[in-house]
């Protein structure tokens, strides 16, 4: 790593935690399991500051303590004492203690907290890698919209949207087990901010720099060493570029890593073991499959009324001829009678025979359903998770967090709530982040707990539950709580209260979703650097759900995450407006009545830029911000179409995705919570 990091206010926090890990270490009867965790706290904080002569002698120091070397237990304490004062930390007579190695003490060999449970390595590894990967490609069209905006606020919402994807990708390569992944994104991040911050409009070799930065990272996450080789020339182009101060990249940090080989920690058994994203994309072709069969009723019922016509042009042949009456001489010659007759009777078996055919088309129709929920029911327990397997993931990143300072203990409830993958997967990164949060910003260190008359070590509890449509799942500590006048003041100073206001505390906490509202003034790598909570918030909204924040000072604070669980094939309510048809979820709907009995409700087609005219029925629609009422020309029956997201950039306005309805054409299916006030 280059020069140390030359923050002030860093520095000061460096040495008041040094300060206390010398005292803890002075206090008489100090355990070994004391020693370690100071001496672990040290080495981290040493990396993270630049100074890798102390972290490269505090783990020789640890490396005599674990293999019960007195002798070079000592010599390592006397050297710690002296690099400490020489930065100016009070440790004077720190070099005279005896470690508890050399008082005969046991030391049992330790490491750091375990990120992933050795026997699922492989397969989380393997699933790490898939997201990595797609969160790259997601971050170079970022990076190609952003250059290629027109305007500075494109540009901004393409960098805060790159911001996110780095963001929740340092999380997941640091659980992974690939720490050179991590402190890569996490410079990567640095460098993104420094783009953003630039006021010209010419950023054209910016951009170039971050996309090789890119190119560079996506090859180190391929690596088998997590990334520690690549990562370096990456780090190096971003300094060469201008675009990396000293403290956005962060020293080498100690991660268990997960094994890389597809064969570590398998076994033959009955079970096959299939990527997540092809349980997703079977579950889409099955979904596709009530798209055939409403293709099938739909034509079918087409040729329904064929036959009724052709039947009625029969009859209508028959009456003719009996007003004509038997052949005369003198009338319509017995050959034209003849003619018609036959052309009657033609008549008659076409409908038969279609009528048959119809029939026919609607029993295959039918059995086309039954199969296909048979298949959708097998595939259900393949696309479906616990929450326990959430959790599973969720839970090391608070023994990260506490960085052997903090003392915490997860509880758990509700690890049988069932869970769509599709939504099990980002909920993983969106839980991760609101822990890290929890321990970083809330959960205090264990003296100032029993200060308080509490427990020294934190609870943490992770919570799932499921409500009609809807999963809840929160994350809650019984830490000191949310500073609100921190948090205000802030807010206040980013424009985003009126300065003086007497906002509620609902409305305070609801800033904490702003990038930037951070009440720390630094990057903290455990926590973020202030787009962790707007992370949370963007991609709760993306899964269609909301986050709610509550606070207790000095009791502990409570997020909670609400998202619908939905399938990929959907049942949803068409909406006829006056130009066009558009899709509500039918999930979302909480009545449906006439126009007249609902006065006040807003014109849906005059939201959406429609024509507006006569309005025939009301939607009662549950959005995030409360119940709304809006009204329509009509709506037709429900139908379960397969939903599919909108790209960039056509993901804006009040649209949720799209789907193909059973006519074939393209229908916008509509996002509640979107909807424009």
């Known amino acids: 790593m280059g020069a140390p990091l030359e923050d002030p206010e860093l520095w000061e926090v460096f040495r008041e935690e040094m300060t206390r890990h010398v005292a803890a270490l002075s206090s008489p009867g100090a355990s070994a399991a004391a020693w370690r965790g100071a001496m672990h706290s040290i080495r981290g904080a040493a990396s993270m500051m630049g100074l890798d002569a102390l972290a490269e002698e505090v783990a020789d120091l640890e490396d005599a303590l674990r293999g019960r070397d007195g002798d070079a237990a000592r010599r390592g304490v006397g050297a710690l004492e002296r690099r400490l004062l020489d930065l100016g930390v009070d440790a004077k007579g720190l070099g005279a203690l005896l470690p508890p190695e050399a008082a005969g003490d046991t030391l049992r060999p330790s490491s750091p907290p375990t990120a992933i449970d050795p026997s699922e390595g492989a397969e989380l590894y393997g699933y790490f890698l898939s997201d990595a990967h797609s969160r790259l490609d997601a971050l170079r069209d970022e990076f190609a919209l952003a250059r290629g905006a027109a305007d500075r606020a494109e540009v901004k919402r393409s960098l805060d949207a790159s911001l996110r994807l780095l963001h929740a990708l340092k999380g997941a390569s640091a659980m992974a087990g690939a720490p050179g992944i991590s402190r890569a994104a996490h410079a990567l991040e640095g460098a993104v901010q420094a783009v953003s911050a630039r006021s010209g409009t010419n950023l054209d070799a910016a951009f ?100 009724r016509a052709l039947a009625q042009r029969g009859q209508d042949v028959d009456d003719a001829l009996r007003r004509i009456g038997p052949a005369r001489p003198w009338g319509v010659p017995a050959e034209v009678i003849a003619s018609l007759r036959r052309v009657g009777d033609g008549l008659r078996d076409a409908s038969a025979r279609i009528d048959t055919a119809v029939s026919r088309a609607r029993r295959h129709g039918d059995a086309l359903g039954r199969s296909s929920e048979r298949a959708r029911e097998l595939l259900r327990g393949a696309g479906e998770v616990n929450a326990g397997w959430i959790f599973d993931r969720v839970a090391p990143a608070a023994q990260l967090s506490a960085a052997g300072d903090r003392l915490v203990r997860v509880l758990r409830r509700g690890d049988e709530v069932a869970v769509d993958r599709a939504l099990a997967e980002p909920l993983v990164d969106v839980l991760s982040q609101l822990v890290r949060n929890a321990v970083a910003h809330g959960v205090e260190r264990p003296a100032t707990r029993l200060a308080r008359s509490k427990p020294a070590t934190a609870a943490l509890r992770l919570e799932a539950r499921a409500e009609g449509d809807a999963v809840y799942f929160a994350v809650e500590d019984d830490g000191a709580g949310i500073d609100l006048d921190a948090v205000r003041d802030r807010a206040e100073q980013l424009g985003h209260l009126p300065r003086g206001a007497r906002a509620t505390p609902q409305e305070v906490l609801e800033t904490l979703f702003i990038p930037g509202v951070s009440t720390r003034l630094w990057a903290a790598p455990e926590a973020g650097r202030g787009v962790g909570l707007d992370l949370v918030r963007e991609s709760v909204r993306q899964l269609g759900g909301v986050v709610r924040a509550s606070t207790q000072r000095g009791v502990g604070s409570r997020f909670e995450v609400e998202v619908e669980a939905r399938p990929i094939a959907q049942r949803l309510l068409p909406v006829r407006l006056h130009r066009r048809y558009v899709m509500v979820p039918l999930a979302r709907v909480l009545r449906v009545q006439r126009a007249a009995d609902t006065p006040g409700a807003m014109s849906l087609a005059a939201l959406l830029g429609d024509e507006r005219g006569s309005e025939g029925v009301a939607l009662h629609l549950r959005t995030a911000a409360g119940p709304r009422w809006v009204a329509a020309p009509e709506t037709l029956p429900p139908v379960e179409l397969v939903v599919r997201p909108l790209p960039r950039p056509l993901d804006r306005g009040p649209w949720r995705g799209a789907a193909i309805d059973g006519a074939g054409r393209v229908v916008l299916v509509m996002d509640p919570d979107r909807l424009p006030p």
């Open 208 to 307: 170039a720099a971050l996309e090789r930065a890119r190119a560079q990272l996506a090859v180190a996450v391929g690596n088998p060493d997590g990334g520690e080789s690549a990562a370096g020339p990456m780090v190096d182009g971003l300094r060469a570029a201008g675009l990396l101060r000293a403290r956005d990249v962060p020293g080498k940090v100690t991660a268990s890593a997960a094994p890389r080989s597809s064969a570590e920690g398998l076994r033959v058994d009955e079970h096959v073991r299939v990527a997540m994203r092809t349980v997703a994309q079977l579950s889409e072709a099955v979904g596709e499959v009530a798209f055939v069969r409403s293709r099938v009723d739909q034509g079918a019922e087409v040729l329904h009324e064929l036959s």
